[in-house]
């Protein structure tokens, strides 16, 4: 187990529909960061935008971000997690893949579809949470809308820290914010939330508003409008004495989800 968890966080403006012009940008952006980093946390579908427009620009699990997250994870030295458009025999998922400094990585689909924008009529919703082990911490990754159903993130699995990542539009940032503090209360963990700016090719505009939760609630960064890169230390030992003294996860209501 590892006390310190050293994680950065990227917020940026996305190209929109241009996986080779994001993967140049995110590679400039990685490389300029030291080698002090445990992980690196993308936006959601970082090579694109949000884009429906998934059967052109959907790739293959041996395409090139596959590829570009093994180079730039074995680089640095550190796990690197975002999402992008992924073709899964004749499905396509809004996927996250973490991938490891070694090349090997783990993935979570985005379980809960954004009907508002017809997510589900292009995208197939995934079926089963993520925990992944890195260093000795529980990490449990997921997308966007799923922020809003707290049932899907019930921390269960005994997990140290929760993230979002996201493009999660300006009108609703609010909820954005304060939905984060509540998943972080509620479920006595870490929470760390990495969104986009800027505007995107339908002219949805984003304030980021990146932020870095702690398991009381306490918001220890949160950043707005702007582009960023931020880099933060999170402490395991905290944490549990956090819950040792206030040990409300004991009496968590047990439950299953039928679909």
């Known amino acids: 187990m590892t006390d310190f968890l050293n994680i950065t966080t990227i917020q940026s403006a996305i190209i929109w529909e241009d996986i080779e012009a994001n993967l140049a940008m995110f590679s400039k952006k990685i490389g300029g960061l030291s080698n002090q980093t445990d992980l690196v946390i993308l936006p959601e579908m970082f090579t694109t935008g949000f884009s429906m427009n998934a059967a052109p620009l959907a790739e293959e699990m041996n395409g090139k971000t596959v590829a570009w997250m093994k180079e730039e994870a074995a680089s640095l030295g550190a796990a690197i997690a975002g999402s992008f458009i992924v073709k899964d025999g004749r499905k396509f998922f809004n996927r996250l893949v ?8 783990e993935t979570y689909d985005k379980r809960h579809l954004f009907k508002l924008a017809d997510e589900h009529k292009t995208y197939s919703a995934g079926n089963r949470k993520q925990v992944v082990n890195w260093k000795g911490w529980k990490i ?27 493009s999660w539009p300006e009108r609703r940032s609010s909820h954005w914010k304060q939905l984060l503090i509540a998943r972080a209360i509620e479920n006595q963990s870490y929470v760390i939330g990495v969104n986009r700016v800027g505007t995107d090719g339908k002219n949805f505009s984003y304030t980021g508003d990146t932020s870095v939760i702690d398991y009381s609630g306490k918001v220890l960064y949160r950043v707005s409008e702007t582009e960023d890169i931020f880099t933060t230390t999170l402490s395991h030992q905290a944490l549990s004495q ?9 009496d968590r209501d047990g439950f299953e989800i039928e679909s």
């Open 98 to 105: 973490w991938m490891f400094p070694d090349g090997h990585f």
């Open 140 to 166: 449990c990754p997921q997308i966007c809308y799923d922020l809003r159903f707290p049932v899907w993130s019930r921390n269960t699995e005994g997990y140290d820290l929760l993230i979002y990542i996201a």
């Open 242 to 250: 956090y819950r040792e003294v206030l040990p409300f996860l004991a």
